[in-house]
C-alpha cells in the first residue's frame, strides 16, 4: 500500500462573526466621516464661522453659538480621537482586543472633549447614547478577539 503525503495543515483563521462586522463598517463610515469633516472646519475654519453666524442669523438654529465659540484646535483634537476610533474599528475587525480598548478610550474622550474646549456642562444625550450603544455591543464580540 502506497501512502500519500499529507499537505501541510495551515492553521485556520478565525471567522469574524457578522455583528462585529457590522459594528465595524458602521464605525468605518460614520468615525470615518467625522475625522474629514473635522479636518475641513479645522483648514477652513474662518470661512465656516462666517457661514455659521449667517446660518444663524438667517434660520436661528440652535447650535451654532456653540460652533462659534469652538476653535481649530478643537476641532484637530476631534479629528485625533476619531481617528483612534476608526483604528480600533481596524483593529477589532482583524480581531484584535487592543482595538475594542482604543475604540473606548477615544469615544470616552470624545464625550469629554466637548464639555472640556465649549465649556458645556454634560455631553450630549444622544452622543452618550450612541457611544455606550456602540461599546456595550462591541463588548458582546470579545470573545472573538485575541
Known amino acids: 500500500m502506497e501512502e500519500h503525503p499529507q499537505p501541510p495543515q495551515i492553521p485556520s483563521t478565525p471567522k469574524r462573526p457578522q455583528m462585529l462586522s457590522i ?5 468605518f463610515i460614520g468615525s470615518g466621516l467625522n475625522v474629514f469633516s473635522s479636518l475641513f472646519i479645522a483648514s477652513f475654519f474662518d470661512a465656516f464661522q462666517v457661514l455659521a453666524e449667517e446660518i444663524g442669523e438667517k434660520y436661528g438654529l440652535p447650535g451654532m ?66 457611544s455606550g450603544l456602540f461599546i456595550i455591543l462591541y463588548s458582546t464580540q470579545m470573545k472573538h478577539m485575541h
Not at 23 to 27: E, F, K, R, Y
Not at 97 to 120: D, E, S, W
Open 23 to 27: 459594528l465595524c463598517i458602521l464605525t
Open 65 to 130: 453659538e456653540i460652533f462659534l465659540s469652538a476653535t481649530p484646535g478643537f476641532f484637530l483634537i476631534t479629528a485625533l480621537l476619531y481617528s483612534g476610533s476608526v483604528t480600533g474599528a481596524i483593529m477589532m475587525w482583524r480581531l484584535r482586543k487592543v482595538g475594542f480598548h482604543l475604540y473606548t478610550i477615544a469615544q470616552i474622550l470624545l464625550l469629554i472633549a466637548p464639555m472640556y474646549f465649549l465649556n458645556l456642562q454634560s455631553p450630549s444625550v444622544l452622543d452618550l447614547i450612541f
